[in-house]
């Protein structure tokens, strides 16, 4: 189903064309799974996804779990499925899948949640899968199908179709993507559209929406719609949901996870000696694994894991020194990094009204400060090397309105502990969409508590999150980048939405009537008020990650820890508390506090910079299925922090 190569430039797929190989339906029975695993093609009907129950949430870490995405290359197509748990159970094993004949891989709700590794589908690729169907997909894991050449499809119908062998039409898998989508899937993926691209054989068609009262999202993509390539024009006069558009990247970043992956794309399809384009707004981080030795087990070490991931960074230097491109590592003498990457680059990088993309599905940290910023698959942060712009279907806008005041101890994380329960949510209504959030309990939050919402627009299954710039944006900018305050105001004028600008849907919070909550294992939707759970006897308690390792949060872990010293308490027998800096800039901000005093005193460990146990690199991991963790990371989804159970929770409740 690949173009076939043309003398004058890529052609586009057949209008025809034939799916051959098995369906792997992803059933929640792991039986069922291992019968078809084992050669047997179940029945099916066409009546939808109900003739057996099909698994829903699958997540990116139970396609390609976080040891499998230490390879970049066809390696992968021995792992796709590893880590899918039906029940209690993980029946896919290693070279399963590619061995079994799959084609197509059919699925139910919220095909792809959670990380952005486009290893993922990749992993799918390289085993054979060709099509993906299921009840609705998550965008990042869509666009990345459709970059790499796999075809998504929602509906059930085409099932019976391909095992009839039917002669399919590509309209079945573009209907209602907007014309660029459409050439990218008829393309045969993203690279190939943008090589008839640059060769002038096909271009996005201009954007002819009339002025209209548009959303704060809105605003900031039609002032980046690249209108004319070669001449570097760009800004249209006004947008709207469905349009589809490049947009120039002011940022473009990734990490030492999908760096290496992304260069040798760039290098195999580009040439050796090809250059970044402007390789000043690019910048790369080794934050990621940096702690991976003290968590990975003696199994994987065995199988020479460790040293495939060392083989990660040592990629990405050597690819950042050959481009000239600024990366931000390990600190010499210390163990871990600079800080992660979405929270150095909101810290130092982001500013109002800029797009920011990243290779990480938390980019949308930086929305705290009112910039565009989201996250992409390998294929666009490669191609973005080469255009310096990137592909996007302009998203609508939910709002989130958050009215009142949060009461003491309520914080952030708590707000989208409930804010990912509601149906609305949880049923993927808002899968790609813009999440705005808004009202007086939101004015009231400082940055790094914005930063928490925005972050975890990504659990969501959200485009990105983004909150409107305002007083203390400029405050931020003035005390935190040193700019001069005319300059921040400067920045900030003019970026929000126009009054009766249209949105999909507003979600009302009242925020003072939030209590402190907390996520079920499995999944960050499976939220319950804290005193709804009564006592739940744990191991490990973490506190840090991107989206709860900053100042504010380190200022909570301090308080509450302060307060039970007074009480005599400590870290209680058996349970290991740790607390890890999203960044040197926060460790120094706890030294000059002495918050890292009081987290010593009352027995907590304390882990420089990295992102750590949240992939499953680095301390405060769960080493046994029985293990119980409380944690103030983004996700619980299964395996992603080890193979315990983990309850999500503020700062305040870990």
């Known amino acids: ?66 040891t499998i995405c230490y390879y970049y290359d066809e390696t992968l197509g021995d792992f796709p499925y590893t880590g899918l748990r039906c029940g209690d159970q993980s029946p896919v094993g290693r070279g399963q899948v590619r061995a079994g004949g799959f084609a197509v891989s059919v699925s139910g709700k919220r095909r792809g949640k959670g990380s952005s590794r486009e290893q993922a589908p990749y992993a799918e690729w390289c085993a054979g899968v060709r099509v993906v169907i299921a009840e609705n997909i998550e965008r990042i894991y869509a666009e990345n199908c459709r970059n790499l050449g796999i075809l998504t499809s929602t509906d059930f119908r085409l099932i019976d179709r391909i095992r009839r062998g039917e002669t399919l039409s590509l309209d079945d898998f573009t209907q209602g993507l907007d014309p660029v989508s459409r050439d990218v899937v008829e393309f045969g993926g993203l690279y190939n559209y943008n090589r008839a691209r640059l060769q ?29 390539l070669a001449a570097g024009r760009v800004g249209v006069e006004a947008v709207r949901p469905g349009d589809g558009v490049f947009v120039r990247a002011d940022l473009r970043f990734s990490h030492e996870y ?273 005193e709804e759970l009564g006592e739940v006897p744990i191991e490990i308690a973490y506190g840090g990650s991107c989206t709860a390792g900053k100042t504010a949060d380190m200022d909570l872990y301090a308080a509450v820890l302060r307060e039970g010293l007074a009480r005599g308490l400590r870290v209680a027998p058996g349970v290991s508390f740790w607390i890890q800096y999203g960044s040197q800039a926060v460790k120094r901000y706890c030294e000059a506090r002495g918050h890292v005093e009081v987290f010593q005193q009352a027995g907590a460990r304390v882990i420089e910079p990295s992102c750590g146990a949240c992939i499953n690199a680095g301390p405060g991991v769960s080493t046994r299925p029985d293990q119980v963790t409380v944690s103030a990371i983004n996700r619980n989804f299964p395996g992603r922090s080890g193979p315990g159970r983990m309850y999500l929770a503020s700062p305040c409740t870990v």
Not at 206 to 217: D, E, G, S
Not at 296 to 308: D, F, H, I, K, Q
Not at 415 to 429: A, H, S, T
């Open 1 to 66: 189903m690949r173009a076939a190569p043309a003398e004058d430039g890529p052609a586009r797929l057949p209008r025809g064309l034939k799916v051959e190989g098995r369906v792997l339906f992803l059933a929640r029975d792991p039986e069922l799974v291992r019968r078809q695993l084992q050669g047997e093609d179940l029945s099916w009907t066409a009546e939808g996804p109900g003739a057996f129950p099909l698994r829903d949430d699958i997540s990116t870490d139970e396609i390609t779990p976080a």
């Open 200 to 228: 002038g054989l096909v271009e996005p068609p201009p954007v002819r929406t009339p002025r209209r009262a548009m959303t704060l999202a809105e605003r900031i993509i039609a002032r980046r719609v690249v209108t004319d």
């Open 258 to 530: 999908v760096t290496p992956m992304a260069s040798i794309f760039f290098e195999r399809l580009c040439g050796e000696d090809a250059r970044v384009n402007d390789p000043a707004s690019v910048l790369f981080f080794r934050d990621h694994l940096t702690f991976l030795d003290e968590a990975m087990s003696e199994e994987n070490r065995a199988r020479g894991l460790l040293e495939v991931a060392s083989g990660l960074a040592r990629r990405q230097e050597a690819f950042a020194r050959r481009q000239g491109v600024r990366l931000h590592g390990e600190v010499p003498g210390l163990k871990g990094s600079e800080g992660i990457c979405h929270s150095i680059v909101c810290e130092r990088y982001a500013r109002p009204g800029a797009v920011v993309i990243g290779s990480d599905s938390h980019t949308p940290h930086s929305g705290a400060v009112g910039s565009l910023a989201f996250g992409v698959g390998t294929t666009a942060l490669f191609n973005s090397w080469i255009t310096r712009d990137v592909r996007i279907t302009v998203p609508s806008t939910v709002r989130v309105d958050l009215r009142g005041r949060l009461r003491a101890g309520v914080t952030a994380k708590d707000v989208m502990l409930e804010l990912l329960r509601r149906p609305y949510v949880k049923e993927g209504r808002a899968i790609g969409a813009v999440v705005e959030y808004a009202g007086e309990a939101v004015a009231g939050l400082s940055i790094d508590d914005r930063a928490t919402l925005t972050n975890m627009a990504a659990e969501v299954g959200a485009f990105t999150g983004i909150v409107a710039p305002d007083a203390r944006t400029v405050d931020f900018l003035v005390s935190a980048r040193g700019m001069g305050r005319g300059e921040a105001e400067a920045l900030c004028r003019g970026l929000r939405g126009d009054p009766g600008a249209e949105v999909a849907h507003e979600v009302v919070i009242d925020a003072s009537r939030l209590g402190p909550m907390v996520a079920l294992p499995g999944d960050p939707g499976n939220g319950v008020p804290l």
